[in-house]
């Protein structure tokens, strides 16, 4: 049995479908943890109403991002983590976690990377007028929404679309390529090679929304 830990700082809804997926289609592996810097963090109650161990490290209480993330870094790893999943975990990393962790952590980020790092992806897909937006999963590096890219989901940007449009449109994607992608990573199926990630079985890194 696998060990996956994931990190959140608000809804959750992906980790929701995480924990869900995990349990129904009953992966080699339990969610050992869902820690939060945010203590106010409303997935924390769903992860708790469904038995899982929850955790709060609050950045506010520490005085410098390294002290905040080696303190992140010793409680995921007393879960003895084999796959950490940033989902909507709103937290800048320093080098030194990131690299602690290389080749385990994901995140997922709602544009199509490497366009729309950073916040406000979908206001500002729209304010470009782009015809598709979407969402990544990538293996998580030390610069912000870069790293080798798992999986990406495309929808349509629509004439008359609000951000809470093109959000909501993308999430529903997200929902499915971010359990998908952890799966993968549980199950051993994905390797990186001159920064590629390639699915062992050719499993198809791409889908269409709509
Ligand atoms: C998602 O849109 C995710 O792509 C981004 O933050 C949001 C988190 O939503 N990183 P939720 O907390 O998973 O509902």
Same mark, same amino acid.
């Given at each position: 049995m696998k060990n996956i830990v994931i990190l959140i700082s608000g809804r959750g809804s992906n980790m929701e479908a995480i924990v869900n997926a995990c349990q129904r289609e009953g992966w080699p592996a339990?969610? $050992?943890? &869902? @820690?939060?810097?945010?203590?106010? $963090?409303?997935?924390? !109650?769903f992860a708790a109403s469904h038995g899982i161990a929850t955790a709060v490290v609050d950045h506010k209480a520490f005085d410098s991002r390294e002290a905040f993330d080696a303190e992140l870094a010793r409680? @995921?790893?007393g879960y003895a983590p084999d796959v950490?999943?940033?989902? *909507?975990? =709103?937290?800048? +990393?320093?080098?030194?976690?990131?690299? /602690?962790?290389?080749?385990? =952590?994901?995140? @997922? /980020?709602?544009? +199509?990377?490497?366009?729309?790092? *950073?916040?406000?992806? /979908?206001?500002? $897909?729209?304010?470009? *007028?782009?015809?598709?937006a979407g969402a990544t999963v990538h293996f998580v590096t030390p610069e912000l929404d870069h790293g080798p890219i798992v999986t990406q989901a495309a929808v349509p940007v629509l004439s008359g679309d609000t951000e809470a449009d093109l959000a909501a449109r993308v999430l529903k994607q997200e929902h499915v390529i971010y359990p998908q992608a952890v799966r993968w990573l549980v199950e051993g199926h994905l390797s990186i090679e001159q920064g590629?990630?390639?699915? $062992? !079985? *050719?499993?198809? !890194? &791409?889908?269409?929304?709509?």
């Open positions: 339990r969610i $050992a943890a &869902v @820690i939060s810097n945010k203590a106010s $963090a409303s997935g924390l !109650q409680v @995921i790893d950490v999943v940033l989902a *909507g975990f =709103m937290r800048i +990393l320093t080098e030194g976690f990131v690299r /602690h962790f290389e080749g385990k =952590m994901l995140n @997922i /980020h709602p544009s +199509l990377l490497p366009s729309f790092p *950073g916040l406000h992806t /979908h206001q500002r $897909a729209i304010e470009a *007028g782009c015809k598709l590629i990630v390639r699915h $062992a !079985q *050719g499993a198809s !890194q &791409v889908r269409w929304g709509d």
